[in-house]
């Protein structure tokens, strides 16, 4: 039997400015710079970041090779119908993170709050319009408690 793993998953995004999304990847957020490629005038084509992983790949829009795909990239907003969910662990709490974050004038989507499945989240745009959601696991949730609690939010969305 032929077997697998996953080692890494490293979504890639198209950037329009690399060198602002890096400011905010890595001064903003504090990840750091995992990979870089520079190309020889100094542009960088592509850089890989994470907190101590690749968890976000980024390309610029110049290094896309078909105009036509360059030219779609171009005209269309990014980040619509995508969304990025990083759960974290370590010393620093998630609501410490948030307010460190906040304090940096991050474009906030939503606050910190816990959801029904027992993680506590927070959501935060990047400068293209990706969506990025920080999580911390905060209390065991069964499997149907779940299911109750997802049928009775979706219950008052349909309220409303």
Same mark, same amino acid.
């Given at each position: 039997m032929d077997t697998r793993s996953n080692a890494k998953f490293a979504p890639g995004i198209k950037v329009r400015d690399m060198q602002k999304s890096l400011e905010f990847y890595i001064k903003t957020l504090g990840f750091m710079t995992l990979d870089k490629l520079t190309r020889r005038n100094g542009d960088i084509a592509h850089a890989s970041v994470g907190f101590d992983a690749p968890v976000l790949t980024l390309s610029s829009i110049d290094s896309v090779r078909s105009p036509q795909l360059k030219k779609d990239l171009m005209e269309n @907003?990014?980040?619509?119908?995508? %969304?990025?969910?990083?759960?974290? +662990? !370590? +010393?620093? +709490? *998630?609501?410490?993170?948030? /307010?460190? *974050? @906040? %304090? @940096?004038?991050? #474009?906030? /989507?939503?606050?910190? #709050? +816990?959801?029904?499945? !027992?993680? %506590?989240?927070f959501t935060v745009e990047d400068p293209d319009g990706y969506t990025l959601t920080f999580s911390e696991h905060v209390q065991n949730v069964s499997p149907e408690a779940r299911v109750n609690a997802y049928e009775l939010a979706h219950q008052k969305k349909q309220r409303v």
């Amino acid at each position: 039997m032929d077997t697998r793993s996953n080692a890494k998953f490293a979504p890639g995004i198209k950037v329009r400015d690399m060198q602002k999304s890096l400011e905010f990847y890595i001064k903003t957020l504090g990840f750091m710079t995992l990979d870089k490629l520079t190309r020889r005038n100094g542009d960088i084509a592509h850089a890989s970041v994470g907190f101590d992983a690749p968890v976000l790949t980024l390309s610029s829009i110049d290094s896309v090779r078909s105009p036509q795909l360059k030219k779609d990239l171009m005209e269309n @907003k990014f980040g619509v119908g995508v %969304r990025f969910h990083f759960g974290m +662990t !370590g +010393t620093r +709490t *998630l609501d410490e993170y948030f /307010v460190e *974050l @906040k %304090r @940096k004038g991050i #474009k906030v /989507v939503s606050e910190p #709050k +816990t959801e029904f499945w !027992g993680d %506590r989240i927070f959501t935060v745009e990047d400068p293209d319009g990706y969506t990025l959601t920080f999580s911390e696991h905060v209390q065991n949730v069964s499997p149907e408690a779940r299911v109750n609690a997802y049928e009775l939010a979706h219950q008052k969305k349909q309220r409303v």
